[in-house]
């Protein structure tokens, strides 16, 4: 039962193509959103997608999970500042952001290799 | 990985029926809740179910989307409302709301053949 | 101790002013996502604010819910119309929806005074 | 600053009766549901009230806090349990779960006296 | 489509196992807080793994109303006790307290076979 | 109706010293995780308490919001470096994290006097 974080992450994706088929404005939106918080105008943008993780394992969001891990890994994090990622989630999250976490770091792992 | 809806939907009723079997107490007063809640004194209940909807993408609970998705279905939701609706709960959710808001579209498209 | 609505929405809109003017980029791209969701495009927009509502209510967020119970007043919502949209909150919400419920149905009689 | 959580609590009680008398039916709903968890078949009652008051430590509801810490007090509670339920609140939830426990102890003690 | 409860806590477990080796740290921090609330002075521990299922399932986090069932199990708790527990959590979370409750149902009975 | 933040940071602190006596063990477990989540491996902890500020927000969380940019104010956290923050808890967190993000701006402005 070991999780396919790309095949995961492929659905997802042709999922929210058809929600911006079918729904572009507000998709849009979002998108403008997105763009502002993830260019930042005093930290780096690695800094603020390791961020976006954070809260994601909190909400126990495994999509946004994966999302955000795979938009950090392309933004350079390394295993080392996941799992700074992860322990903040922890802190604030408790018992359930160690399970969002673990799955962070599986989805770490298949996106960096 | 494209989900099937309709399995989840049956596999989640039966562990409903199962519930409702084994406490029929609290089963029998959230069934009062939610006929309160779907029969609106002065909105109608596609409109009802579809806030139903909302709240369900917001709340991030893949098995509440399916569920609420089929009962706007079945009272008529068309799937330019149903993108409306998916429209509030990313203003009110963010970006967890644009993940299980497509599922709710894709739901759609399922039930709705 | 009865809250006072007009007094939280007051010093909410001076605070949300305050960080436009610091952080004008992501409260345009919110105020993208927000015009989009409140322009539906088949259901009314008096619908899609106590859609807002109901979730705003479900996320017990006191803020939000004077924010939209206002909105819903300006966009002409009954205040049996607002019951209804309480009773989702409540099947969605349990417990929690009650008590935010409740505070949304006193900022209606606030104001719609 | 230190709260009066007995004027919180009448306050609350007030709205609640409002929204009672607007909208019977959904509250005579979750009565139900209220009285179906709170008549338990194995545990007792003081034990399920715990329960609820963990769960509104988790959720951050502070009416919810309150109210159910005044039922524990009610169905006899004592500090030394409050303290353990407050414990498996911050298991679950993390930081957040230690400001609500640090609220229901405090109303605990304003409430037992 | 029936979960195999057994197979989602192997995996789970072996995604934590490798957590706890890239973040030791923040995994003995998290464990030290498990046997305090794990340890309750007053409740005995029966009670207080069944009050944290009662926030997992409010929580709406599959992984943790597996791994809490499991636990409840191993403490012996019975299934009238489980019901109890899914009540409260329905008081507490509305309609997904109905869904994720159903999946402790279901876990319960595949672990204490 | 401006809030005190001042007055409502040491309100709380108060509330948490009497936790911490009350129920030491859980309150000592709860900091082991806090020191783990501060002391970051990779990252600097400006960066960790702004993520857990960011958290925060997104959690809806009054208390904590104001807890964590105090200690982002003592770390030395700039203004630009907040609004950047609150700019991710927006994208992750839609119009709750306007509210709460505007509190923190606030706050922080408040602390950094």
């Given at each position: ?37 993830q260019s930042p105008a005093a930290l780096d943008v690695k800094t603020t997608e390791m961020m ?20 950090s890994?392309?933004h350079g994090a390394?295993?080392?500042e ?32």
């Amino acid at each position: 039962m070991t999780k396919d974080y790309h095949a995961i992450s492929d659905a997802q994706d042709a999922r929210a193509t058809e929600l911006f088929r079918a729904a572009p404005d507000i998709m849009r939106g979002h998108r403008n959103v997105t763009q502002a918080a993830q260019s930042p105008a005093a930290l780096d943008v690695k800094t603020t997608e390791m961020m976006a993780l954070a809260i994601a394992i909190v909400q126990r969001c495994e999509g946004c999970v994966v999302y955000h891990t795979k938009q950090s890994v392309t933004h350079g994090a390394s295993r080392e500042e996941i799992c700074d990622t992860i322990a903040v989630a922890i802190e604030m999250g408790g018992g359930p952001a160690t399970v969002y976490g673990a799955d962070a770091l599986a989805a770490f792992d298949a996106f960096s290799k």
